[in-house]
T-cell receptor, first 115, second 111 residues
Framework: GAGVSQSPSNKVTEKGKDVELRCDPI?????LYWYRQRLGQGLEFLIY????????KSGLPSDRFSAERTGESVSTLTIQRTQQEDSAVYLC?????????????FGPGTRLTVL | QKEVEQDPGPLSVPEGAIVSLNCTYS??????FMWYRQYSRKGPELLMY????GNKEDGRFTAQVDKSSKYISLFIRDSQPSDSATYLC???????????FGAGTRLFVKA
């Protein structure tokens, strides 16, 4: 079946602009994660959605970052007033359930470049 | 100090070599240990998964966990050029959803 998809695959924007990144998880997966991967660094947890529960936003680096998820489907990550340090690959992952023992299935990522 | 430390490499080996990739961690509550493989411009994919201490083997890959030393390893036997990728260790606590990832080690296997 279809895997996790993300769009756009690449995004170049100017400093100060807002950007919106989209994630389509695997159908039926209740858990959805957003991560940031800076060049040469590991995955940095941003936010976690589980079903209809309140999301865990503890990883969001600033109030310029926000995310939404419609039910158990599409999620969008919004970055307002982008800064050059926001340049990174933003990865989305979904898993069947909320426990950490469940495999996370990753999308290909959105490569964001802020000029 | 980071919760998970991993040497970013790069590590370059000839085809057929045995590769050893390692991570150390500081949180003794971690119980689930994973290795993800990430090809260039792709998302990570789960390669191996172990719980608590011990070894787990899957084909040419062996994952090893030493909780007393807070040290995990991934061994690749008979390495192939197709193994060239970034390998990320990851770990989490029991019942928790948050997975902590290492920085990843870039591996190059030369034909």
């Amino acid at each position: 079946g279809a895997g996790v998809s993300q769009s756009p695959s690449n995004k170049v924007t100017e400093k100060g602009k807002d950007v919106e990144l989209r994630c389509d998880p695997i159908s039926g997966h209740t858990a959805l994660y957003w991560y940031r991967q800076r060049l040469g660094q590991g995955l940095e947890f941003l936010i976690y959605f589980q079903g209809n529960s309140a999301p865990d936003k503890s990883g969001l680096p600033s109030d310029r970052f926000s995310a939404e998820r419609t039910g158990e489907s599409v999620s969008t990550l919004t970055i307002q007033r982008t800064q050059q340090e926001d340049s990174a690959v933003y990865l989305c992952a979904s898993s069947p359930d909320y426990t950490s023992t469940d495999t996370q299935y990753f999308g290909p990522g959105t490569r964001l470049t802020v000029l | 100090q980071k919760e998970v430390e991993q040497d970013p490499g790069p590590l370059s080996v000839p085809e057929g070599a045995i590769v050893s990739l390692n991570c150390t961690y500081s949180n003794s509550a971690f119980q689930y240990f994973m290795w993800y493989r990430q090809y260039s411009r792709k998302g990570p994919e789960l390669l191996m998964y172990t719980y608590s201490s011990g070894n787990k083997e899957d084909g040419r890959f062996t994952a090893q966990v030493d909780k007393s030393s807070k040290y995990i390893s991934l061994f690749i036997r008979d390495s192939q050029p197709s193994d060239s990728a970034t390998y990320l260790c990851a770990m989490s606590v029991s019942g928790g959803f948050k997975t902590i990832f290492g920085a990843g080690t870039r591996l190059f296997v030369k034909a």
